[in-house]
T-cell receptor, first 114, second 120 residues
Framework: GQNIDQPTEMTATEGAIVQINCTYQ??????LFWYQQHAGEAPTFLSY????GLEEKGRFSSFLSRSKGYSYLLLKELQMKDSASYLC???????????????FGIGTKLQVIP | DTGVSQNPRHKITKRGQNVTFRCDPI?????LYWYRQTLGQGPEFLTYFQNEAQLEKSRLLSDRFSAERPKGSFSTLEIQRTEQGDSAMYLCASSFEVGDRRFAGANVLTFGAGSRLTVL
């Protein structure tokens, strides 16, 4: 099975930088996603890491260390609209043998304050 | 393509009734997922399909839940004899599943807007 841990809530100030951590334990790991979900809306894709290292995309960056089972999402120059839940999701070999399924963590609710 | 479409968007039913949700994925996507989400939680895996084949069903699901994807296109999720604990948002997502990351957008799940179920 999978075990994905991330903080449940964080608060940060507009214009600042925030790092949201995610640790996971799984077998057959084959990628980690970060999704953003505003209240009452569907999750939207932010990033996908398969190899170790940092992937940068505008104000958002995501890091992966497969040996440590660790990832983080870095948000720079925070804006009020960044207030949302951030979901860490792991793609791994489920119980179907050879196929990959995606399992989500509980999500980190980020509140950006003025 | 208008993305992933889910119907109905909202369903209110009485305990003991059956409900069915439909998901129309992005047309070229071969993988389809169903998740359930309650307030303050992340999406909980229910089941997924590769084309028309159902690959895995969550052990958390009772036999009251069944999903189909008869022609490898749209999918239905049926809940029989609904209970108040079934009240949740039911999310469908699709992806184009390939092993080669060079395909842009491959393996990324695109979600529908969800179907919200309220069981009275």
């Amino acid at each position: 099975g999978q075990n994905i841990d991330q903080p449940t809530e964080m608060t940060a100030t507009e214009g600042a930088i925030v790092q949201i951590n995610c640790t996971y334990q799984t077998s057959g790991f084959n990628g980690l996603f970060w999704y953003q979900q505003h209240a009452g809306e569907a999750p939207t894709f932010l990033s996908y890491n398969v190899l170790d290292g940092l992937e940068e995309k505008g104000r958002f960056s995501s890091f992966l260390s497969r040996s440590k089972g660790y990832s983080y999402l870095l948000l720079k120059e925070l804006q009020m609209k960044d207030s949302a839940s951030y979901l860490c999701a792991v793609r791994d070999k489920g119980n179907s043998g050879g196929y990959q399924k995606v399992t989500f963590g509980i999500g980190t609710k980020l509140q950006v304050i003025p | 393509d208008t993305g992933v479409s889910q119907n109905p968007r909202h369903k209110i039913t009485k305990r003991g009734q059956n409900v069915t949700f439909r998901c129309d994925p992005i047309s070229e996507h071969n993988r389809l997922y169903w998740y359930r989400q309650t307030l303050g939680q992340g999406p909980e895996f229910l089941t997924y399909f590769q084309n028309e084949a159902q690959l895995e069903k969550s052990r958390l699901l009772s036999d009251r839940f069944s999903a189909e994807r008869p022609k490898g296109s749209f999918s239905t999720l049926e809940i029989q004899r609904t209970e108040q604990g079934d009240s949740a948002m039911y999310l469908c997502a699709s992806s184009f599943e390939v092993g080669d990351r060079r395909f842009a957008g491959a393996n990324v799940l695109t979600f529908g807007a969800g179907s919200r179920l309220t069981v009275l």
